[in-house]
Nanobody, 118 residues
């Protein structure tokens, strides 16, 4: 069982930056692909970014060039640096983990609220 704890959300103005963190309670962090997802009010949860062991990453088109995912494997932590935030980025952001090579994210954090005011 892996527990994920996110932090770093808050209320910011459009154009500001935030960095989200997610700490995983596992000694085998390296076997997990880590992802960030978000869910806005009244909308379905959507993929934001993922980071694999070794540095490979993928982004949703809506956040490319603005968001950067990174991981510190020694600290079992994944980050989401969010720059040039827009009101449409307002959502609850969730950290998730899946064993690399599988398709399902089995572990989810509790979420952290990000609100971007115009």
């Amino acid at each position: 069982q892996v527990q994920l704890v996110e932090s770093g959300g808050g209320l910011v103005q459009a154009g500001d930056s935030l960095r989200l963190s997610c700490v995983a309670s596992t000694r085998t962090f390296s076997i997990y692909t880590m992802g960030w997802f978000r869910q806005a009010p009244g909308k379905e949860r959507e993929f934001v970014a993922r980071a694999m062991w070794g540095g490979g990453s993928t982004y949703a088109d809506s956040v490319k060039a603005r968001f950067t995912i990174s991981r510190d494997n020694a600290k079992s932590t994944v980050y989401l640096q969010m720059n040039s935030l827009k009101p449409e980025d307002t959502a609850v952001y969730y950290c998730a983990a899946r064993i690399t090579g599988t398709r399902t994210y089995n572990y989810w954090g509790q979420g952290t609220q990000v609100t971007v005011a115009s």
